[in-house]
T-cell receptor, first 117, second 113 residues
C-alpha cells in the first residue's frame, strides 16, 4: 500500500542550528514528492517538489530536499533555522499526469518544528 | 489574484445539523479535493473530483457529501451522520494536464457545540 512516514512527530532546534526532517515513502510507481508547511490555523504552502532530474531540489525560504530512491526517502534540510520556521511540516507523495491520474496526495503525519531562541 | 477561497473560516454546528463548507478556485484546475486534518493524523482525503458532475469517495467519506456543478466550486456538506465532525477542513485544487503541485485554501475549522 502507498504510504508516507514522518518518523519525528515533534522536533526542537535552536535558532541558527541546522535542521533535517525525515520522510520515507512507499509507492509502486515513480514518486512525485512534495514538502508543505503549515502555520497554525492556516492552509498548506508548498516548500518544494521533486518530479524528476536532479535529486537535490531547492525550495523557498532556504529549504532543500534530497530524493534518494535506494532509501525511499525525501528528507528536508535547512542549514540555519530562523524563529519564523516554527510550523508543521508535511511530506506527501502524489500521482503524476496522464490518463487515469487522480492527482491525489498521500500525506505523512506531519512534524511539528519548535525553534528555541 | 488566482487562488482557492474557503469559507467560512470558523463554523459551529449543533448536534443533528447539516452544514456546508464552501470552496471556490479561479485557477482553472480540473481536480478538486477535500481533506480532513486532525492533530497527529496528517491529512486524510474525504472526496475528490476530477471533472464537473463527477466525484469519488476518498478514504473517509462516510458522513460527508459533495457536489461539483461548476468547475470552480466544490462544496462539502458535513451531515448529521458524521459522528465526530470537529476538525480542520482543507480544500485543494490541481491541474491534471501536467505534473504539478496541489494548491490549498486557508481552511475551515468546524466545531460541534
Amino acid at each position: 500500500a502507498q504510504s508516507v512516514t514522518q518518523p519525528d512527530i515533534h522536533i526542537t532546534v535552536s535558532e541558527g542550528a541546522s535542521l533535517e526532517l525525515r520522510c520515507n515513502y512507499s509507492y509502486g510507481a515513480t514518486p512525485y514528492l512534495f514538502w508543505y508547511v503549515q502555520s497554525p490555523g492556516q492552509g498548506l504552502q508548498l516548500l518544494l517538489k521533486y518530479f524528476s532530474g536532479d535529486t537535490l531540489v531547492q525550495g523557498i525560504k532556504g529549504f532543500e530536499a534530497e530524493f534518494k530512491r535506494s532509501q525511499s526517502s525525501f528528507n528536508l534540510r535547512k542549514p540555519s533555522v530562523h524563529w519564523s520556521d516554527a510550523a508543521e511540516y508535511f511530506c506527501a507523495v502524489g500521482e503524476g499526469a496522464g490518463s487515469g491520474n487522480t492527482g491525489k496526495l498521500i500525506f505523512g503525519q506531519g512534524t511539528t518544528l519548535q525553534v528555541k531562541p | 489574484d488566482g487562488g482557492i477561497t474557503q469559507s467560512p473560516k470558523y463554523l459551529f454546528r449543533k448536534e443533528g445539523q447539516n452544514v456546508t463548507l464552501s470552496c471556490e478556485q479561479n485557477l482553472n484546475h480540473d481536480a478538486m479535493y477535500w481533506y480532513r486534518q486532525d492533530p497527529g493524523q496528517g491529512l486524510r482525503l474525504i472526496y475528490y473530483s476530477q471533472i464537473v458532475n463527477d466525484f469519488q469517495k476518498g478514504d473517509i467519506a462516510e458522513g460527508y457529501s459533495v457536489s461539483r456543478e461548476k468547475k470552480e466550486s466544490f462544496p462539502l456538506t458535513v451531515t448529521s451522520a458524521q459522528k465526530n465532525p470537529t476538525a480542520f477542513y482543507l480544500c485543494a485544487s490541481k491541474s491534471l494536464l501536467k505534473i504539478s503541485e496541489a494548491f490549498f485554501g486557508q481552511g475551515t475549522r468546524l466545531t460541534v457545540v
